[in-house]
């Protein structure tokens, strides 16, 4: 967390992309006939795609960090598992995250007179707790990946306004064709970032059960998918000493 | 003449070495990253947000303005990289000192950039015609590709300006994620600019991109040359502005970062 306040990139992922996407939202949504429920996605859509961001970016590069920074062996060497480090490593990414609701609230509050959406307050709650728990799988299954593979963060990070459409976080993917709902499907966050808005709704389904289960099953998916490349860093990193050279 | 002829050769020499060198997308993997998958998204997801915030009859109209600011991603990120990058690579102290011409090494850290502008929209418009069927019968294609080129050209003059910030900071290219985004607002890309609070009206009239897109929107639904001369004059002046601006600052800080030892923090 001390290393993000000095980071210009780590300030930058909090504070300006969000606010950058949550004003285009809400310039845009500004306009006679919009609904409260699509207002809700320019309040709301900037902090998710802060909060995303963050958690790929920073949280994902954790191991990356290391081997450009010169330290990767001593991670290695010391005694407590590789799993523990990254472990305060992403928490740490998903508190920074959480900051960007900060700044895109004060926009839509402030800026566009904007009420803030009404909020179901228990359905939230939980909702976000399955946001942050899929976010925490993906970043915990991408810090390896990003590390053994690192043309992996370079189509991930091209593809990143791709994923915020997979994800529906300014827009239902229900919008989206039905092939491209199925790929959306396989993505933890898609199904908390849905219910997240189901709770600042009266309108559409609220399937909550049925979409939290999907987040926390395929967040499982996930992270047993992360433990087998963590073993793969592992024999990398000691067994065959590639890793800090790959 | 010779000496016309010799500097033409080293604006030649340094632009090839600005591709091989410090062109960073020159790998598959950065190419399709960054060259393909960036624009598909970056296309997508605002085409897709228009969509749902003012129903299907716009789509075109976020499809054409995100198409044509991905030039931006060539004339800001690339040519700020092409500072930013020497100095990542330990060659900015060999560069500036050099006997070479300085506006000549100068410009040529924009042509690569100029012409990857270029091939992106040709990629990124194509995109929009096969995905959102975009309809070009109408459109005066040749008044088109002029604007493209004069949206690339004034983008990488912008992208100088920045630059040119690389020779004293290390982290210029946070100022290219910060140039490139606000783009998305200020410009008339998604929403037009008379929707912007006054303020930000005028700044937006003191971009790069603000008249050259309205040009194109207007080319591409058939407009003639006539029609749109003052904005793409418009557009190259704010370029030429940027572009001049862009080199003295350059030459301030080339002595600034001397002075300091700048040149080699990193």
Not at chain 2, 134 to 154: E, F, G, K, W, Y
């Amino acid at each position: 967390m001390r290393l993000r306040f000095v980071s210009p990139f780590a300030v930058l992922a909090w504070t300006f992309f969000p606010l950058v996407f949550a004003a285009l939202g809400l310039f845009v949504l500004n306009r006679p006939g919009v609904t409260s429920t699509q207002l809700a996605y320019g309040v709301l859509g900037g902090g998710l795609i802060g909060y995303w961001g963050v958690t790929y970016l920073d949280a994902g590069n954790g191991i990356q960090d290391e081997r450009w920074n010169g330290t990767l062996e001593q991670i290695f060497a010391v005694p407590t598992p590789l799993w523990a480090i990254i472990l305060g490593k992403v928490c740490g990414g998903l508190l920074w995250g959480m900051l960007s609701f900060l700044p895109t609230l004060a926009l839509a509050f402030f800026g566009f007179h904007a009420f803030l959406p009404h909020i179901d307050a228990l359905p939230f709650a939980v909702s976000f707790a399955a946001l942050t728990i899929s976010f925490f799988a993906v970043a915990f299954m991408l810090t390896p990946l990003f590390a053994l593979w690192r043309w992996a963060f370079s189509m991930l990070n091209g593809f990143e306004l791709g994923a915020y459409v997979l994800c529906g976080f300014m827009f239902p993917v229900t919008l989206l064709p039905q092939w491209a709902q199925a790929v959306a499907g396989l993505l933890p966050p898609t199904w908390a970032t849905r219910a997240v808005y189901a709770s600042t709704t009266t309108e559409g389904p609220h399937d909550y059960v049925v979409w939290w289960a999907a987040t926390i099953g395929l967040s499982v998916v996930y992270l047993v998918g992360a433990s087998f490349l963590y073993e793969l860093v592992q024999r990398k990193a000691r067994v065959s000493g590639e890793l800090a050279l790959a | 003449m010779r000496r016309v002829a010799l500097e033409a050769q080293v604006f030649a020499r340094s632009t090839w070495l600005q591709y091989v060198a410090l062109f960073q997308w020159a790998t598959v993997t950065g190419y399709i990253a960054y060259k393909v998958l960036l624009p598909i998204g970056q296309i997508l997801f605002f085409v897709e947000f228009g969509v749902f915030a003012t129903g299907r009859q716009n789509a075109l109209y976020f499809a054409l303005g995100n198409a044509l600011q991905l030039t931006a991603n060539a004339g800001i990120y690339g040519v700020i990289a092409t500072v930013a990058n020497e100095r990542q690579y330990g060659t900015l102290p060999i560069l500036l000192g050099s006997p070479a011409n300085r506006l000549i090494t100068f410009l040529s850290r924009s042509i690569v950039n100029v012409i990857d502008g270029l091939v992106t929209v040709i990629v990124a418009l194509a995109l929009v015609v096969v995905l959102f069927g975009l309809d070009l019968q109408r459109a005066n294609l040749p008044l088109l590709a002029i604007c493209v080129l004069v949206i690339s050209l004034t983008t990488a003059g912008m992208g100088l300006l920045f630059g040119s910030v690389g020779l004293v900071m290390r982290d210029s290219i946070v100022v290219a994620n910060v140039v490139y985004y606000l783009f998305l607002i200020l410009c008339g890309i998604n929403f037009p600019v008379s929707r912007l609070p006054g303020a930000l009206q005028l700044i937006s009239y003191g971009l790069p991109l603000t008249r050259g897109v309205e040009a194109a929107r207007q080319a591409a639904a058939g407009a003639s040359l006539i029609h749109v001369s003052g904005l793409l004059a418009g557009e190259l002046i704010v370029g030429a502005v940027y572009a001049s601006c862009g080199y003295v600052l350059f030459r301030l800080f080339e002595t600034y970062s001397r002075r300091g030892g700048l040149q080699e923090a990193y």
